[in-house]
């Protein structure tokens, strides 16, 4: 890629001559851009430059021309130009616009654009050996083996370490080679390019719903302008199919594609797919990778030289050269929204990034966010749906298990009923899944001789008895214990007992009930790493389980072919929170993983107990009357002004000290003008649902404005004359999807 082709992008081009003040913009946590002399050679806006910051040198991007209200005299040089792809003036404004609408620091924004090793270090090289046009002086077997394996593999380059394996010799004799030109040796950038990605090779043959979608979202990738599809349908009705033909279009057209996914255990299915359908692999983008592929990720999709990127939601923030489609599957995730540091939410700002590169997005679903639903409806989306299963597969049949009139013991957690159908599937070969999305053994600990509920020394939170692992777990910050003989409140022996269930107990009940079937647990803490789960996940698709015990970790795309009965143990467990989206969660949830159940040509059974079966979102979702619970739950957001009718803005104040993280609350709640400015209202101060975590207290106020006010500049104006003691946090969450 040559100088000219960023700067003809670059409108208008800018150029800052030696010694002319250029911005520098840090990663460091800075509140603004610095002043900088350009280098020797001179600069372009957006360029990665390293400068000295104090006694460092510190990573930055020229944002702009200088302020030049520092001392002249104090101004030092830009030390130099670092070999990487300037930032893009599209980037730019992506930062910009995520920064100001989360209110995060531009620092931390270049963070999240940065995050890749080694960017200040020359590109690395490494040495490649390949036939040369000299003739040794004497030929031994060696030298022979050497040469004969490079005339094998023809034009190819090997490192010194695989050229001296494969042909069985030490390196001394290569190195001699290299002396009389028979072999050459190349310096190479050790980040090479990723295989090419061929969009022409055959693809499956399209239904004709699938093939209407997919040429829909094609027509808008052809035309080369924004545009963002709803793209809903049931599990397996084909909606990747349906956008890898999106990804196929708009590799033809030359520019890249990004497919997010939520979960990396989702990733090996999708990965074997691209595969097939394109014959090679695309660039990966995810917690997962190593620091090594990070950097070739980083660079490569810079340089345009990675096409298709998979990955997770911070892979929006890679530095694209044109970037074409961005799909957001299972878009209703809710780890789309980073709770920590930025907060984002990256179905929204894939939209945001989309509409700067004039780009199309596909938010791909079987039950969308009410969200997107809106938005569908409001036609700012268009929508497409897929209503059939892909082949001879229907939705299963959904019946509730009325838990009020089953005889179950208080300790035991399978109804008979479901007992039975489990039982009918074990006879037949077929596999079931119990679904229960708590992990751990039991949700409570408790002493029956002083009632002590047995509790994290850091946080309000119970203390989650794993009895795998023998330990009991905080669910907030991770601590763990060994699980204690005596309560640790009276000193009782014996007496500490397991209240409520979580998978590993409904384990328990389940080896009771069938000794003899091969069972699985699919919970997250139970494996070591990604690659221990994919292993699991395989084998359960390779029929070698009866039994699928799982938490919310089942619920996501996984393909089990021999799946024909879906059990959930407690289908009222989300109904009870305050949470706003209490109802919509367990709707998406329990939609979602009966959708597990007949994928094939079996048809399947999901099976909800509860003790509410007339409860209106149990109804809606054995109904299957989706458009019905859409529209009765869009109606009683609209009716109270919330989301998405509605703003929120979630603040949460901590210390180590509960008075004065309220003292400070009361304070911001009492200084409401800016907010009553705008039509908004505060609520609070209150102690947050969990009020301590790892030692800090945690307070909470909650602003509600109408959609179209301008919340941040309000919400900024309210912050501002803020000044927080070193020992307090304050933190600001848009949108928050979480209330905890
Ligand atoms: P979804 O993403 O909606 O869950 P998939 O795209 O994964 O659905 O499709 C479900 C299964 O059906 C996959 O194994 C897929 O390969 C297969 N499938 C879907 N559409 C077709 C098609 N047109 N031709 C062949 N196989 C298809
Ligand atoms: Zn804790």
């Not at 590109?123 to 004497?138: A, E, F, H, N, W």
């Not at 208080?410 to 479901?418: T, V």
């Not at 601590?479 to 007496?495: I, Y």
């Not at 109904?623 to 529209?631: A, I, K, R, V």
């Amino acid at each position: 890629m040559g100088a000219k082709g960023v700067c003809a992008n670059m409108n208008p081009p800018d150029f800052y001559e030696e010694g002319q003040l250029v911005g520098v913009l840090t990663a460091e946590p800075i509140d603004r851009v610095l002043d900088y002399k350009a280098p020797a050679g001179g600069c372009w806006m957006g360029a990665y430059v390293q400068v000295p910051l104090g006694p460092r040198q510190v990573l930055g991007v020229v944002w702009g021309p200088g302020r030049g209200d520092w001392d002249p005299a104090k101004i030092r040089s830009v030390v130099k130009v670092l070999d990487v792809a300037p930032m893009r003036a599209e980037m730019k404004a992506f930062l910009e616009k995520v920064g100001a609408y989360t209110l995060t620091p531009m620092s931390a924004m270049l963070r999240l654009a940065s995050r890749a090793p080694g960017l200040m270090n020359p590109p690395s090289m490494r040495k490649l050996y390949q036939l040369g046009p000299g003739v040794p002086d004497r030929m031994t077997d060696a030298r022979t083996r050497v040469l004969a394996v490079l005339e094998e593999y023809g034009g190819l380059c090997f490192t010194m370490k695989e050229l001296a394996e494969m042909a069985g010799t030490s390196s001394s004799v290569i190195k001699g080679l290299v002396k009389q030109s028979a072999v050459l040796e190349v310096d190479t950038p050790r980040d090479a390019p990723y295989l090419p990605l061929d969009p022409g090779r055959p693809s499956k043959a399209l239904t004709e719903a699938q093939a209407k979608a997919s040429g829909q979202i094609q027509d808008g990738i052809k035309a080369g302008r924004y545009g963002t599809t709803l793209l809903k349908g049931v599990t397996g009705s084909g909606k990747t199919e349906v956008y890898l033909e999106a990804v196929a279009e708009c590799l033809r057209k030359g520019r890249q594609a990004l497919v997010l996914l939520p979960e990396i255990a989702l990733t090996s299915e999708f990965l074997k797919r691209v595969k097939e359908r394109f014959g090679a692999d695309p660039a990966e983008w995810h917690s997962g990778v190593t620091m090594t592929e990070r950097r070739r990720c980083w660079r490569m999709v810079g340089q345009g030289a990675a096409q298709l990127i998979v990955g997770a939601r911070s892979a929006l923030y890679l530095p694209y050269r044109d970037l074409g489609l961005i799909v957001v599957d299972e878009e209703h995730d809710n780890s789309y929204k980073q709770e920590d540091g930025a907060l984002y939410h990256a179905r929204d700002m894939a939209v945001l990034r989309a509409s700067l590169n004039d780009a199309q997005v596909v938010l791909a679903s079987a039950t969308p966010s009410l969200e997107s639903w809106v938005n569908a409806r409001n036609g700012k989306y268009s929508r497409i749906d897929l209503v059939d299963r892909f082949g001879d597969a229907v939705m299963p049949d959904m019946q509730a298990i009325d838990m009020r009139s089953e005889s179950l013991r208080g300790d035991k957690w399978i109804s008979p009923s479901l007992v039975g159908a489990v039982k009918a599937r074990l006879d037949k070969g077929e596999q079931s899944l119990l679904f229960l999305n708590r992990r751990g053994y039991a949700p409570v600990t408790i002493c029956r001789a002083c009632g002590e509920q047995v509790g994290c020394d850091h946080c309000d939170a119970r203390m989650v008895e794993h009895r795998f692992q023998k330990r009991l777990m905080c669910h907030q910050c991770g601590e763990t214990k060994p699980m204690p003989e005596a309560c640790p409140s009276c000193g009782v022996e014996g007496k500490l007992a397991a209240v409520g269930p979580g998978v590993e107990r409904v384990a328990e009940e389940v080896t009771g009930l069938f000794p003899d079937a091969r069972i699985a647990v699919l919970s997250s803490d139970l494996f070591g790493s990604a690659r221990a789960l994919k292993a699991k996940i395989a084998e359960i698709a390779e029929g070698e389980t009866d039994i699928i015990i799982g938490t919310q970790l089942v619920a996501k795309g996984h393909n089990f072919p021999r799946l024909t009965l879906v059990g959930v143990i407690d289908a009222d467990l989300g109904l009870q929170g305050s949470d706003l989206r209490a109802a919509e969660r367990t709707f998406q949830l329990m939609r979602q993983v009966a959708g597990r159940a007949g994928r094939a040509d079996v048809p399947g059974t999901a099976l909800l107990q509860s003790f509410q079966p007339d409860h209106p979102v149990i109804r809606a979702i054995l109904s299957g009357d989706e458009e019905g619970f859409w529209q009765a739950e869009a109606a009683e957001r609209e009716a109270t002004g919330m989301p998405p009718f509605g703003r929120l803005a979630g603040i949460v104040i901590s210390a180590p000290e509960a008075a004065a993280a309220f003292d400070l609350g009361t304070y911001l709640a009492r200084a409401d003008a800016p907010i009553r400015a705008i039509g908004g209202m505060v609520y609070g101060p209150a102690p947050a649902p969990i009020a301590r975590v790892r030692g800090r207290h945690r307070v909470r106020l909650l602003v509600k404005a109408p959609k179209t006010a301008p919340i941040q500049a309000a919400l900024t104006k309210w912050v501002k004359d803020v000044k927080l003691p070193n020992n307090l946090r304050l933190s600001i969450d848009i949108d928050p999807q979480s209330f905890y």
